[in-house]
């Protein structure tokens, strides 16, 4: 079977660091991908990671170790409009595999 | 905006109807999925799309589902006898076919059959 398992809720106050966690259980692996989805909107890309090692975008970060089979997503200095859900997701193959299995989400609270 | 786009938002249905939703990805991507999400998990892939071939269906897709893409570019997905357990957000993404493959999604269009 495949599994992607993250927390389900994590609070953090206003200019905060917060860290979400994705370990993953997939027949294949090509490359983690990172979602971010507000309350009734689309899922809108973050980051993603196919080799080990951190990747930057701004505010996020997301770390990759394939050994491991988990990942991370960072989001530094919180603000109110980063409050959404977020979605880890593997891609498990190039080409005609490129379908995405997704976790079921950790929903992010910025509090004041 | 040239993001993806899909028609329409919301859909209320009777059980046993058939129901239509469009999809039309960023115009330059030969890529198109369908997925589907409930409340509190996240999206489910149904089925893609390279151009007009159909590459790979869930078997979450029962039989009473159809998806076509006949030129290309545009898409749509067909619920025969809808039943409540339908009842979701459909999601369409699109992407370029490269190696990353990354995909982007439109705002979804929420079905609730009564």
């Known amino acids: 079977g495949q599994s992607l398992e993250q927390p389900s809720e994590v609070t953090a106050v206003e200019g905060a660091i917060v860290q979400i966690n994705c370990t993953y259980q997939?027949?294949?692996?090509?490359?983690l991908s990172w979602y971010q989805q507000h309350d009734g909107g689309a899922p809108t890309f973050l980051s993603y990671?196919?080799?080990?090692g951190l990747e930057e975008t701004g505010r996020f970060s997301s770390f990759l170790s394939r050994s491991d089979s988990y990942g991370y997503l960072l989001l530094q200095e919180l603000q109110m409009k980063d409050s959404a859900s977020y979605f880890c997701a593997v891609q498990k193959g190039a080409g005609t595999a490129s379908k995405l299995t997704f976790g079921t989400g950790t929903r992010l609270q910025v509090t004041l | 905006d040239t993001g993806v786009s899909q028609d329409p938002r919301h859909k209320i249905t009777k059980r046993g109807q058939n129901v239509t939703f469009r999809c039309d990805p960023i115009?330059?991507?030969?890529?198109l999925y369908w997925y589907r999400q409930t409340l509190g998990q996240g999206p489910e892939f149904l089925t893609y799309?390279?151009?007009?071939?159909?590459?790979?269906k869930s078997r979450l897709l029962s039989d009473r589902f159809s998806a076509e893409r006949p030129k290309g570019s545009f898409s749509t997905l067909e619920i025969q006898r809808t039943e409540q357990g339908d009842s979701a957000m459909y999601l369409c993404?699109?992407?370029?076919?490269?190696?990353?493959?990354?995909?982007?999604f439109g705002p979804g269009t929420r079905l609730t059959v009564l």
């Open positions: 997939t027949s294949g692996f090509y490359g």
């Open positions: 990671n196919a080799l080990d």
């Open positions: 115009s330059e991507h030969n890529r």
């Open positions: 799309f390279q151009n007009e071939a159909q590459l790979e």
């Open positions: 993404a699109s992407s370029l076919a490269l190696v990353a493959d990354t995909q982007y």
